[in-house]
């Protein structure tokens, strides 16, 4: 469970990060629609502001992870954790789909 509990922090992490660093970039850009977010996403990760940003997060779901109360953990683990790593996965599947579906046509 461990292992499990680092893993969707990790996960957790990387999609606020990368979804608050997008959005960041949105801004400057003169792309709209899929090309700014895909634009931004790949210029974000190369960035030091997301790296710091992931670790972060990532440090403070460490954290929340490990709490002795079960009730803060489920609220400050489980419950943004599942959240953030079940919309991101969407999102990413979501892009995949539409990336196949409209190269094909």
């Known amino acids: 469970m ?3 509990k680092g893993i969707l922090g990790g996960l957790a992490a990387l999609f606020l990060a990368g979804s608050l660093s ?4 949105i801004n400057t850009e003169k792309a709209t629609g899929l090309a700014a977010v895909a ?8 960035s030091p502001l ?6 972060l ?3 403070l779901f460490f954290s929340a992870g490990r709490l002795e109360s079960k009730l803060l953990r ?5 419950i943004p954790t599942l959240t ?7 999102i ?3 892009f995949t789909y539409m990336s196949i579906h409209f190269r094909n046509r």
Do not use: D, E, R
């Open 22 to 25: 997008v959005f960041k970039g």
């Open 74 to 78: 489920v609220f400050l683990f489980w």
């Open 2 to 4: 461990i292992y499990a």
């Open 84 to 90: 953030v790593s079940t919309v991101g996965i969407a």
């Open 39 to 46: 634009g931004g996403l790949v210029g974000s990760i190369f």
């Open 57 to 59: 997060f990532f440090a």
């Open 92 to 94: 990413a599947a979501l």
């Open 50 to 55: 997301f790296w710091i940003l992931a670790a």
